[in-house]
């Protein structure tokens, strides 16, 4: 339990007291915890104290809060490596996950200037834009909005966009994937991907635009995800 005579303050042996709960699944995914006053009577000290150490643990992405409901124990974050480029669908069968897509919009357009440039198209020349759902075990997890060029896949449809695009480009047109430029920034959701991924209207989100190369340096895809904030943190191994 706590021990106030430490150096350690009591809001962190709190939120640590609370890790190991979750961890020996006292509190399970999905359960509430008990409330700030019960955990202020439990602990013996002031419920601000407690609301301290809650805060906390949610900002960490281990709780989160529900209005008019209480605090519940989160679903563990994905950790997505930020070196190697692999696919969602690659991604979470590494994780024993069961990915699935749902194509929500697919269709050829002229693209923008900067979408044009991106994928080093002439002016006028079209790009097949598809919006898809990414989910794993039936949760929604992303959302995407790719661009591909029409010049070098004429034959895409809809239903082949069901799985993942890296295995049809590296099986059914045997072409081999080089690699990606992307840039990553985070963001509030807006109202309608807040419906996409079933989240609030103020959530945070992850947002990763990719550009990916064949290995002859053509640009076969321009892709800009959205991720959720609250199932996904991204890692990266530095080295001097």
């Known amino acids: 339990m706590l021990d106030k005579n430490s150096y350690i303050p009591i809001y962190i042996q709190i939120e640590e007291i609370i890790k190991q709960r979750i961890l020996a699944e006292e509190y399970k995914i999905g359960d509430a915890i008990p409330s700030e006053r019960e955990l202020s009577v439990q602990f013996d000290v002031s419920r601000m104290t407690v609301r301290q150490s809650i805060t906390n643990l949610v900002n960490d992405g281990l709780l989160y809060r529900e209005k008019g409901r209480g605090t519940f124990v989160a679903n563990p974050k994905l950790e997505q490596p930020l070196q190697g480029l692999t696919s969602f669908t690659e991604d979470m069968r590494a994780r024993n996950m069961v990915p699935s897509s749902k194509v929500v919009r697919f269709e050829k ?19 097949f834009f598809v919006i898809r759902i990414r989910n794993a075990d039936g949760i929604p997890m992303a959302i995407e909005r790719t661009y591909i060029p029409v010049k070098i896949y004429p034959t895409l449809d809809a239903s082949k966009l069901e799985g993942s695009l890296y295995t049809l480009i590296e099986t059914a047109f045997q072409q081999r994937i080089g690699n990606a430029i992307q840039q990553m920034e985070a963001a509030i959701v807006s109202k ?3 419906k996409f ?3 609030n209207q103020a959530a945070p989100v992850l947002i990763i635009k990719r550009t990916s190369y064949l290995t002859n340096d053509t640009p076969f895809e321009l892709v800009r995800s959205v991720y959720r904030a609250d199932r996904y943190k991204f890692i990266s191994q530095i080295s001097r």
């Open 109 to 127: 357009i002229i693209p923008s200037v900067e979408v044009a440039k991106d994928l080093q198209l002439e002016l006028g020349e079209e790009v």
């Open 192 to 194: 309608e991907d807040s």
């Open 197 to 199: 991924l079933q989240i």
